[in-house]
């Protein structure tokens, strides 16, 4: 496994000829490739560009061919419960006159991918946290239950320690779910950028100020973040994720399809007048660690982003003076901050990061 399979395979926008192909993909291990595409959430992705390339030496492999394609029309599925599921709940909300903002999947399965392309396994609202006990007390109302869906189907309830310490030690919302007939629908809730919820309250507030509305359906309008600030919390998502330490023991510290977001964000929206925006808000929300580290690393992986003028002078015009954290990961509950051993485009084709980190 190598970055150059990574970007035949996700990136839309290059355009090699099947003699490469042959090269790229000589003696790979298909089991090994199925199993990294299926884990970081990208096969469906890789059967469109298989497709539309016309990868032949990939495209006689039959049963690897199959699992992809069972990935897409799964995720065909899954979208039309997605598109559902944003309506049910924007129509709790509203009746309240509740305030909230739909985040990531809502917006980019519907609005950024083909249909089918991006599946979520949940739906993520932003709250303003003096808005969490009323807009909590309206989905208990509404048949919401928070807690887990575990291993085999079941749904287990929260502890009260379980709640209380998600808030504390990670700035979280144990999640809610609701059951229909023939699906479950996890909500997540955002409070934060980070696992400080209370450190950026002035940032929540300016993003639900200036939200604006996304099509479902082509007809139901819902509530999503701006251009500028949407792409500023995929990268604080991201951030936090790739640099907390809980996230890299689960091993959901750099899944891929959160750099393919950043990456069909970019690729469809930038322009200049994004450009200025972005870089006005990220300097003064004081979020460059977190958008630099997230589309640098994006354009490391898909490399095609550098002919984007105003990608690489956004970089440039946010890059912080000191660049160490790039390598490191916090552990909040103890303050311990760790550091990797091994660059970026090498840990992300390991499996298991906790072994290439040492304690600062």
Sequence with gaps: MNLKIIQTLLDNTIEEQNKEFEVIFNNIDLVNLLGYLNMNRVAAMAYKNICDK???YLKKCSDFMKNLKDNYQYGV????????DINFISDILDAYKLRY???????LSTNVYTKGL????DIDLLLHLEDLKEVEKTLKKNGFAQGYMEYGGNFREATRREIVMARMNYGEVVPYGYF????FLRLDINLSLDYK???NDFIIEKMMDRREFFCVNECLKSPTLNMEDFLIHLCCHLY???????WVENRRDLTLYKFVDIFMYLNKFINKDLEIKLEESINKFGVNKECYYAIYNTMKIFTSLKKHDEINRLLKNIMPENLDFMDQVIRPETGDVYEYTIDFEQRLLKNNRLLYLRKM
Excluded: M, Q, W
Excluded at 77 to 84: S, W
């Design 240 to 246: 936090k994720e790739a640099t907390v330490y809980h």
């Design 101 to 107: 903002t739909f985040l990531k999947g809502a917006f």
């Design 180 to 183: 229909f007939e023939d699906h």
């Design 197 to 199: 919820p209370l450190e």
């Design 54 to 56: 016309n990868i032949l």
């Design 77 to 84: 599925v899954k979208n039309k419960f997605l598109c559902h």
């Design 118 to 121: 991006r599946t979520s396994n």
